[in-house]
């Protein structure tokens, strides 16, 4: 897993139009964990000799260790993910129904960033 933080919006969509509610519900905190287990997960790899080549002849401790990181990022990601959800959907069916263009929005506030 790549992870380039250079390359998140310094805004929320739901911060901008919905009164900072990512930030007051926890979702970039969440997200600042998951970056860690992601980390987590890429050095699991780097030491079981992945990146590098091939493994040695550790390599059911070195599996299980990938393993384990990638379960606690799939542990976390899934939670963030349900949460996440919780938080934002009612926040987008308010923006639709008070007629909100969705489109541009969300062109807007997630697109546009990821370019500058």
Known sequence: MI???????RGSVLNKHCDN????KGLFTYHEELH???QAVDEAFRIGGWYSGHGNNNN???MDAIRYAFSEYHRA??????YEESIMMPQVQKLFKEGHDMKKI???????????
Request: aromatic fraction near 2%; hydrophobic fraction near 30%.
């Open 77 to 82: 990601n899934e939670e963030h993910l349900k």
């Open 21 to 24: 509610v990512a930030t007051d």
């Open 60 to 62: 059911k401790i070195k």
């Open 106 to 116: 969300m062109k807007e506030g997630t697109y546009v960033p990821l370019l500058l």
């Open 36 to 38: 860690k287990l992601e």
């Open 3 to 9: 992870h380039d933080t250079t390359l998140q919006p």
